[in-house]
């Protein structure tokens, strides 16, 4: 199995806890609220939400994709640090064994925060994944958390 990795960093005008508690504790239940057609809803399978948590996340009729099954691998809510895996679904296709995540909220100076995210895609024996394919999954977790933003804005009592 090999692995490829990538960082991405997005910055934010929320605060760092604020934006944490929306993109990792509220996730479930905020983005079908605010972004149903990516995803429909969150069951939990296993767990009450901490590590070892296996989520089946259903996705809306916008994605090209059914479901993925989502296990927490480590949550910190002090240092606003929170890793999990995709373990199962058609969004691995052929050639991902799972895709392993890695988020850490950092504030800035202004009282800001800026969302550090490695992802790592474990893929099945030698196989390739295109740069298409990691672009898509960029743009992805790109605009929900953007939009998850947006909402986070025109409520800021959420």
């Known amino acids: 199995m090999g692995a490829i990795t990538y960082d991405t960093e997005i910055p934010s005008s929320i605060s760092a806890a604020k934006i944490f508690k929306a993109v990792v504790l509220d996730v479930d239940t905020l983005v079908p609220k605010i972004m149903p057609q990516a995803i429909n809803n ?10 070892g948590t296996i989520k089946l996340i259903h996705f809306g009729e916008g994605s090209q994709y059914k479901s993925v ?5 480590a949550i910190d809510k002090e240092n606003l640090t929170h890793s999990y895996s995709i373990v199962e679904g058609d969004v691995l296709g052929e050639a991902i064994e799972s895709i392993t995540y890695h988020v850490k909220i950092v504030p800035t100076e202004d ?9 790592v895609y474990n893929t099945k ?3 390739v994944i295109s740069e298409e394919k990691i672009k898509e999954g960029k743009e992805s ?7 998850i933003e947006a909402y986070l804005h025109a409520n800021p009592d959420a």
């Open 141 to 147: 977790a790109s605009a929900m958390f953007k939009a």
């Open 69 to 73: 099954k989502h296990r927490v691998d």
């Open 42 to 51: 969150v069951e939990v399978l296993e767990g009450d939400g901490g590590v």
């Open 111 to 119: 009282g800001g925060s800026i969302c550090k995210k490695r992802s």
């Open 125 to 127: 024996g030698d196989a």
